[in-house]
């Protein structure tokens, strides 16, 4: 189920704020918790479950970076799209994020087999039930190259069918909290 696009300061159970304002520590988010990259094409969203990628600041502009294989159906959304948006759920959410990683998007609606609602926050699909939610559009995108390992044991390590992941820089133009 999708929300309608959400008006800054319309959501009574999130607070606006920049991306200073995060609080907690994004490494143990992203590494322990876990995000969602959520992404759509024609009405279709679809939602996977990341825990690789990271923030920053780059080109003078607050942003995030995911990573994602060619053969993942994310890509093929990513790929159309101008804009993704990152969800991190409260705990109680865990099993919805094993099930966005594990299934595939192409053989069913992820969003509704995990009980999770869709909504918009400047443009991007994110996660209604999330606790922290960013809206990014799409800066960069370069797959990443095998001459560019310098620590040659990661390829054999985590491509060893060679299907190294895309890297796509967003500038994160929203970011919601609760309250």
């Known amino acids: 189920m999708i929300l309608p696009n959400m008006a800054k300061g319309m959501d009574n159970t999130m607070k606006n704020i920049t991306p200073a304002e995060i609080t907690g520590n994004l490494f143990t988010r992203l590494d322990k918790q876990w995000m969602l990259i959520t992404t759509e094409r024609e009405g279709k969203i679809n939602a996977m479950t990341a ?23 994310t890509f093929e959304l990513m790929e159309a799209s101008e804009r993704f948006g990152l969800s991190f759920l409260p705990e109680q959410y865990r ?77 994160i133009t929203a970011a919601q909290a609760d309250r």
Not at 51 to 73: E, K, M
Not at 110 to 115: E, F, I, T
């Open 95 to 171: 099993e919805a994020l094993q099930l966005s990683g594990t299934k595939s998007g192409r053989d069913l609606d992820k969003l509704a087999a995990a009980g999770l609602v869709a909504r918009r926050l400047d443009g991007a699909p994110v996660i209604e039930q999330a606790e922290l939610v960013l809206s990014c559009k799409k800066l960069y995108g370069q797959f990443l190259a095998d001459a560019g390992f310098v620590q040659r044991e990661l390829l054999g390590k985590h491509y060893p069918n060679n299907d190294l992941h895309k890297l796509y820089i967003g500038g």
């Open 51 to 73: 825990s690789w990628g990271g923030f920053g600041v780059i080109w003078n502009l607050p942003v995030a970076y995911v990573v994602i294989r060619p053969q993942r159906y």
